[in-house]
């Protein structure tokens, strides 16, 4: 059988087709169309036949550029289906749409025609009750949470988005510089969004004074509870209050047959915070490629 691989731009897709195929295949919550139409400045779908593969192509424009990009809170893409295709079909049809970017492909993709870099992304599968999860923390991580028991700290939801992503932007703006006020605003309106069916979910800690310690911003689907937007004050730091935070996540959606994705990283001090509460690495792929002519390469000096 001879696959029909389209290229559909974003306002022709065939939404409920889209979401259906990404469901199926149990791809990341980034692929979902509200998610993609939200954040993205604009994009393409690659679709095979009547939805039973896809593959977003996010693109902006720039010196009259047209260039793949990752989106603002969006970790990885790629391919999602499980129709036999090569890599060849794939690329020309993305080529046919930008010829120069960056893709971050899922962890699913594993496409040996490509070079690629792989991105830690650590997750913990909660299909197992809470002792059992905690018994694959760390020595130091255990003492931690210790010593925040002490602190009398309590672990509660909310629905303050807002405060959540302002607090985000406050303490983390310097590491995350590519970020605009535009990203956050489509950002609160995802959270918003998603918030309306149930699947933005708000934890923090507050002290005996119910002052904000640490919270977490999350959005859930089917099969992972994704960390988006995590802050911690100062007065938090004092009292491990993330620690406590996160470990009151796990507990709570223990036995839920969910993953709890961390989303990264591969900064050290966070990647070793990950990983003393057992986290494993489940990598996604970032490739980047220059199709331009010879000319804008040499501009570009790529």
């Not at 983390?172 to 605003?185: C, P, V």
Request: proline share 2%; with cysteine; hydrophobic share 40%.
């Amino acid at each position: 059988m001879i696959n029909n691989l389209q290229t559909i731009p974003s306002a022709q897709i065939n939404v409920e087709k889209w979401n259906a195929c990404v469901a199926k295949n149990n791809a990341p919550i980034y692929l979902q169309y509200a998610y993609l139409n939200t954040m993205a400045n604009n994009w393409t779908g690659l679709v095979i036949n009547d939805y039973e593969a896809v593959m977003p192509i996010c693109f902006r424009k720039k010196m009259g550029i047209t260039y793949s990009y990752s989106p603002a809170f969006v970790q990885q893409l790629g391919w999602v289906g499980q129709i036999k295709i090569s890599w060849q079909e794939i690329e020309k049809a993305i080529f046919g749409v930008v010829k120069y970017g960056d893709v971050m492909l899922n962890h699913s993709n594993h496409f040996e025609a490509i070079r690629t870099i792989a991105k830690t992304n650590f997750v913990i599968n909660l299909n197992k009750n809470y002792e059992e999860i905690y018994s694959n923390y760390k020595n130091d991580l255990k003492q931690n949470l210790k010593k925040a028991i002490k602190e009398n700290l309590v672990y509660t939801a909310n629905n303050n988005i807002d405060e959540a992503i302002d607090l985000y932007k406050d303490f983390y703006s310097n590491r995350m510089k590519g970020l605009s006020a535009k990203d956050y605003s489509n950002f609160k309106m995802l959270c918003l969004l998603f918030h309306q069916t149930n699947n933005c979910l708000l934890r923090q800690i507050v002290n005996n004074k119910n002052e904000l310690l640490a919270v977490a911003l999350l959005l859930k689907d089917e099969n992972r509870i994704y960390n988006l937007a995590n802050s911690t004050t100062a007065a938090g730091r004092n009292t491990e209050a993330n620690h406590f935070l996160i470990d009151s996540i796990l507990k709570e959606f223990a036995n839920t047959n969910l993953i709890f994705d961390f989303e990264g990283s591969d900064l050290p001090g966070v990647k070793t915070f990950y990983q003393k509460f057992g986290a494993v690495d489940e990598p996604y792929f970032h490739w980047h490629f220059n199709k331009l002519p010879w000319w804008i390469k040499w501009v570009k000096n790529d």
